[in-house]
């Protein structure tokens, strides 16, 4: 019976991560303007896949902290390329 037990505990167990940690995983937060004097524009840009806004990326050099800055029309029609 124990064996059983530990068996199915072994096999539900990823599951039962995923389950509780789907949510988790990068989260970014988008500012409207950079956070500071600090931080320089590092020339990359993607589309934020959760709001389809153009997003340019900032860098502080001293400790190579980024900020995820809305680029300015930041709205881009998918149907371009």
């Given amino acids: ?11 539900i ?3 039962a ?3 509780f940690f789907r949510g988790g995983g990068y989260k970014r937060t988008l500012l409207n303007r ?3 004097s600090d931080f320089s524009f590092s020339g990359e840009r993607f589309i934020d896949p959760r709001s389809g806004q153009l ?5 502080r050099i001293s400790d190579g902290d980024r900020a995820y800055v ?3 029309g930041g709205a881009i029609d998918a ?3």
């Fill in 1 to 11: 019976m124990i064996g059983f037990v530990f068996g199915a505990a072994v096999a």
């Fill in 13 to 15: 167990a990823p599951f």
């Fill in 17 to 19: 991560i995923w389950f």
């Fill in 34 to 36: 950079p956070p500071g």
């Fill in 55 to 59: 997003v340019e990326v900032w860098t």
């Fill in 70 to 72: 809305l680029a300015r």
């Fill in 79 to 81: 149907g371009r390329t």
